[in-house]
T-cell receptor, first 112, second 112 residues
Framework: GENVEQHPSTLSVQEGDSAVIKCTYSDSASNYFPWYKQELGKRPQLIID?????GEKKDQRIAVTLNKTAKHFSLHITETQPEDSAVYFC???????????FGSGTRLSIRP | DAGVTQSPTHLIKTRGQQVTLRCSPK?????VSWYQQALGQGPQFIFQYYEEEERQRGNFPDRFSGHQFPNYSSELNVNALLLGDSALYLCASRTRDRYGYTFGSGTRLTVV
């Protein structure tokens, strides 16, 4: 079916430590994998994305890795800071990219 | 450059009523998708509009309908409102040849 599974649903890490969120998709034709950050009461905002022709992409403290064979992709946040606290959503396209399906979200809390 | 704008920001309706939500896409974007986000969950795909036609639809009943205008703006209509329709309704826009969506701030619909 058209679904994106995301784990864990909640994640608490010490400030300065790393956080990893994992997602699995089912459509082998999917070729674009965005990650969105949603702070309380605000809109989802695109923080990083990756296309299927690369295995990893970095942007400062954030990185995304993709394993197309296993249909897994992950978000890595290093040196976490209090402002990283939010809900993070992964997503993947289905039906020739006409649908972007979201995961169920991960609530990330950064402990001081 | 205005991003995606949605109106109204908040709305309270009674069961059985009808509601219309509006969205103006980001400048230069021609594709609009609508999502329903219940509290604590990920955005659920409702439908996508391009060239004034519904191109893809998620698992939502016919009570949910939409429209796209020649200026790319869009409306979401929900008939015969149910309590379960209470949610944040997000509009997202992109250009047809790009995957990355920009989200609006959403309309918070409460059905009582």
């Amino acid at each position: 079916g058209e679904n994106v599974e995301q784990h864990p649903s909640t994640l608490s890490v010490q400030e300065g430590d790393s956080a990893v969120i994992k997602c699995t998709y089912s459509d082998s034709a999917s070729n674009y994998f965005p990650w969105y950050k949603q702070e309380l009461g605000k809109r989802p905002q695109l923080i990083i994305d990756i296309r299927s022709n690369v295995g990893e992409k970095k942007d400062q403290r954030i990185a995304v890795t993709l394993n197309k064979t296993a249909k897994h992709f992950s978000l890595h946040i290093t040196e976490t800071q209090p402002e990283d606290s939010a809900v993070y959503f992964c997503a993947a396209p289905y039906s020739s990219a006409s649908k972007i399906i979201f995961g169920s979200g991960t609530r990330l809390s950064i402990r001081p | 450059d205005a991003g995606v704008t949605q109106s109204p920001t908040h709305l309270i309706k009674t069961r059985g009523q009808q509601v219309t939500l509006r969205c103006s896409p980001k400048s230069g974007h021609d594709t609009v998708s609508w999502y329903q986000q219940a509290l604590g969950q990920g955005p659920q795909f409702i439908f996508q509009y391009y060239e004034e036609e519904e191109r893809q639809r998620g698992n939502f009943p016919d009570r949910f309908s939409g429209h796209q205008f020649p200026n790319y703006s869009s409306e979401l209509n929900v008939n015969a409102l149910l309590l379960g329709d209470s949610a944040l309704y997000l509009c997202a826009s992109r250009t047809r040849d790009r995957y990355g969506y920009t989200f609006g701030s959403g309309t918070r619909l409460t059905v009582v």
